[in-house]
């Protein structure tokens, strides 16, 4: 996958989730986690970027365990952070609710399938 396919691909993905972060966020039981939903966004797109730079770079090597390793890495590293944002924004903000999960887990679910595809396609590049 090309760097000018990979970001034309995330950018129409962006704007397709910002539009639904939009209409989320005018659900009244939704609003008081626009915030959270928006820093979300931006976090998912900045670490789409580092995944497929890191997954180019090991896709390259001549070392084929690198880019298994990439994947593993950015992976767990993602569900980690994901898990820490939940329980960080569950004590910080102290929400009335739980419903800052939804918009939370659309972004993530969203932004993880389209990793799983970009990965799958610089998995397949030859050196």
């Known amino acids: 996958m090309s760097q000018r396919s990979f970001f034309i691909q995330l950018g129409a993905l962006s704007l397709v989730t910002a539009i639904l972060i939009f209409f989320l966020n005018s659900l009244p039981?939704?609003?008081a986690y626009s915030?959270?939903?928006?820093i979300s966004l931006g976090a998912f797109i900045a670490l789409c970027i580092l995944m497929y730079l890191a997954g180019y770079r090991a896709?390259?090597?001549d070392n084929k365990n690198d880019f298994t390793n990439a994947v593993l890495v950015f992976t767990v590293?993602?569900?980690f952070l994901a898990?820490?944002?939940i329980?960080?924004?569950s004590q910080l903000a102290n929400p009335p609710d739980k419903l800052f999960i939804i918009?939370?887990?659309a972004i993530y679910l969203i932004y993880t399938i389209f990793e799983?595809?970009?990965m799958m396609k610089l998995g397949r590049m030859n050196a």
Do not use: D, E, H, N
């Not at 915030?35 to 928006?38: E, G, H």
């Open 35 to 38: 915030l959270l939903s928006w």
């Open 87 to 89: 329980f960080g924004y």
């Open 59 to 61: 896709a390259l090597s």
């Open 77 to 79: 590293g993602k569900m």
């Open 103 to 105: 918009p939370f887990f």
């Open 29 to 31: 039981r939704l609003q």
């Open 116 to 118: 799983t595809y970009f």
């Open 83 to 85: 898990i820490l944002v």
